[in-house]
Structure formats: C-alpha cells, structure tokens
C-alpha cells in the first residue's frame, strides 16, 4: 500500500511539473507553433500521468472504469485537438518563426 | 485547503470577467466566456453542486460557445466603436446598482444557518424526499418532482427560443450534391477519423446521463445538449449538408413540441387519475413506483425538446453562415 502511494504521489508531481510547464510555455515561447506545442504537453503526458496516479488511488471499483475512460477519451480528443489547431493554421498560410526568418533574409538579399 | 481552492477560482472568475469588458475582440471575449463557465462549473463541484456543474459545463461552456462563435461568423469578430456619451448610461447603471443593494439590506444575511430557506424548504426536501420519492439524487427529485411545475416551464421556454431563432432566421435550404463537398474538414483525415471514433461515445454518454440521472449527477437538460454536441461535431466535420439528411430540421420541429407535449401529458394523466397536475402519485397503484414512472418520462421529455430545440438553433445559424459563404 506504501509503495503505490509513493509510486502514486511521484505520478501526480509529474503530472503536476508537465501541467506547469506547458502553461509557462504557452506564455514563454515565441511563435503559434511552439505555443501549440506547449499547450498539447498539458493535455497529453500531463493528463496521463495524473489519471495515471489517480488510478493507484482507486481501489479497483467503478472509479477506476471512470478515470481509464476519461483518460482513453482525453488521450483521443486531446492531440486530435493539438492537430487539428496547428493543421488549421498551416492551411490558413501561417509561417513557423524559422520559415518567417529565412522569408525576411530572402527579401534582404 | 477547501477555502483556498474556492478563493483561487473566484479571483480567475472576477479576472476573466473583468478583461472581457475591456477587449475588443470578440473571438477572444467568446473563448474568455467559455472558460468563466468552466470556472464556474468548477466553482459548483467545490460547493458540492455537481448537477449544476454538469449543466453549466454542458450549456455554458459547451453549446453556447458554439452558438456564439456561429454568430460571430455571421456578424464580424470586432466591436463597434460607441458614438453615444458613456455619461447617461452610467447614471441609470449606478442607480440601478444602488437600488439592488439596498434591496439587498433586507434579505436575511448570507449564509446564516437560521435563514428561512434553511429551515422551512430544504429540511423538507432533504427529510421527506427519501420517503416520498425514493430516488438518490435528490436534486433530481426536487428538479423533476417537487417543482415539477416549474421544470415544465423552463422546458416551454426552451421551446419558446426555438420558435424565436425559427421564425427570424429560419433553416435555409442548401443544395444536396455540389456544395455538399465544399463544408466540412476535407483535409483533415485525423480530426475525421477521431469524430468517428468519438461520435458514439458521445451518444452513448448522452444516453446514460438521461436514464441515469435519478441515481447520479445528470438528467434531461444535460442529455439533451449533450446529445446534441455530438450531432454539432457531425456537422462540424463532415459539413452541414451530410448532418441535415442525418437530422432533418423538419424531424426537429416535430421533435421539439413532442417533448414538451410528452412532459405536459403527464400531468393531464395525472387530473384524469384524480390527483393534481403532475401528482405522479397518480401513475401507477405504489406511488413511489409511480413517482419513479413520473420522473423518468418527463426527464424524458426534458431531453427530447432541448435536443431539438439545440440543434435547430446550430442549423439555423450554421445554414445562414454556409449560405453566406457559398455566394
């Protein structure tokens, strides 16, 4: 019981560090699809981890089918959203910041 | 640990809705709306409110986002500039807000265990509605049972909405074959794919919201626009013209009056039995069973009308906007 707890809490924390990290992102890095990028952390390896140590909580019951469909349900919709987000906005012409560099060193020429 | 949850979430709710007075754009201003209900969806499960979490998480976050960002489609992502002064209608602001504070002066004090709500309503519903009614959730009873009545009316004002969006706008028609491949996310074989996988879970969901509501968080009106989420994302993905051959808005229109007759047909049942309107007591010869009978077809009726009533409302916006576009 003490092992899954630990192993329990270290999920969470991890979850918790991925959660963070991908919001400092969102804020932090330059262009859309670093943005993108960052944002899909939270709602990939953050919610696994979470609903991962949620699920060493749980004592084998109803709750544990809830948090594997919920988690089987963000797993899909999550980067399927991620995505279709970044596909859209290469469809609509938006540039990565690299490509908008090399477009400028071009035009300087 | 509890409080400070509860004081985080607040501090988000008062900062979201202070910077959408402030902004501009209103694509922003829709997301921002989205995620002050979230918050406040939030908010409720800390108060241990999960049905109407469920609700607004359901309505507030998730239709109405849609419906907005279909009307902003129609009518421009930019607020119009004000020519008037400010001065007038901040005048009628003030004195309206200082008549409702000091309305406010006579209300019992918030919170107070001795306030009459706790002590004549509540206790009532809480003691008695295990023995009378029968069912776990007890919002559910007090919902669908106890002010039977008045869930009625809100399911007719639901309905009432959908008459008001039908008779301005309307569905228009859209040609069956050439524009049918112009909607939709043609390209995107992945979105395509997952809202095939997701569609029927969606459902499915739906379904169990609406038959399970008597035992846990859950019921008509959250079914209902659940239901109808998932026939959105259809539309969304797919286009318009597939979605409207899947649920015709004739059907709808059929759909949505059904659902309330369903409702109110109960209650006359109930008169011809000989108890009162919706005295589910009535339904069948052990009034528990009978309350129980009462419960799930009016949940029933709740469920179908604000599924129609939804997705007439996204047809009827997402038909102007296609219709727009193709000329």
């Known amino acids: 019981m003490f092992i899954l707890d630990i192993v329990s809490s270290l999920l969470l924390f991890a979850g918790v560090f991925f959660g963070l990290s991908g919001a400092v992102g969102l804020f932090k890095f330059p262009d859309f699809f670093t943005r993108v990028h960052a944002a899909s952390v939270t709602d990939s390896i953050a919610v696994l981890l979470i609903i991962g140590g949620l699920l060493l909580q749980t004592s084998f019951d109803l709750n544990t089918a809830k948090l594997l469909f919920i988690g089987l349900f963000l797993l899909m919709t999550g980067p399927t959203a991620s995505h279709a987000l970044a596909k859209s906005a290469r469809h609509g012409g938006l540039l990565t910041l690299a490509e908008t560099k090399a477009e400028q060193k071009e035009k300087a020429n | ?327």
Do not use: C, W
């Open chain 2, 1 to 327: 640990m509890a409080v400070l949850i509860d004081l985080v979430l607040l501090a988000m709710l008062a900062l979201t809705a202070l910077r959408v007075i402030f902004l501009k754009d209103l694509f922003t201003v829709v997301m921002l709306f989205s995620i002050y209900s979230f918050l406040s969806a939030a908010i409720f499960v800390s108060l241990d409110a999960v049905d109407v979490a469920f609700t607004e998480a359901a309505v507030g976050a998730g239709i109405s986002t849609v419906l907005m960002l279909a009307t902003l489609a129609m009518t421009g992502r930019t607020e119009k500039e004000s020519e008037h002064s400010s001065l007038l209608p901040l005048i009628v602001v003030f004195v309206t807000g200082a008549a409702l504070v000091y309305g406010t002066l006579d209300m019992p004090p918030f919170g107070a265990p001795d306030n009459p709500i706790h002590e004549h309503v509540a206790p009532r519903y809480i003691e008695e509605s295990p023995k009378e009614v029968g069912l776990p959730n007890m919002v559910t009873s007090v919902l669908a049972s106890y002010r039977g009545f008045d869930t009625l009316g809100e399911t007719v004002v639901v309905f009432a909405a959908m008459i008001g969006v039908i008779t301005l706008l309307g569905v228009r028609r859209i040609g069956r074959q050439e524009e049918a491949e112009t909607t939709g996310f043609i390209a995107h074989e992945v979105l395509r794919t997952v809202a095939k996988l997701v569609i029927p879970l969606i459902v499915l969901f739906a379904l169990y919201v609406q038959f399970h509501g008597d035992f846990g968080p859950g019921g008509g009106f959250q079914a209902g626009v659940i239901a109808a989420a998932a026939i959105i994302l259809y539309a969304l993905v797919f286009g318009l013209s597939p979605a409207l051959q899947v649920v015709a808005p004739k059907f709808l229109m059929l759909l949505a009056p059904f659902g309330v007759l369903l409702y109110a047909s109960v209650g006359v049942y109930s008169m011809l039995q000989g108890g009162n309107f919706l005295d589910y007591n009535q339904l069948a010869a052990d009034p528990i069973a009978g309350q129980h009978y009462g419960i799930i077809i009016i949940e029933l009726g709740v469920g179908i009308t604000v599924f129609a009533v939804m997705l007439s409302i996204f047809y009827a916006f997402a038909s102007q906007v296609e219709g727009a576009n193709i000329k």
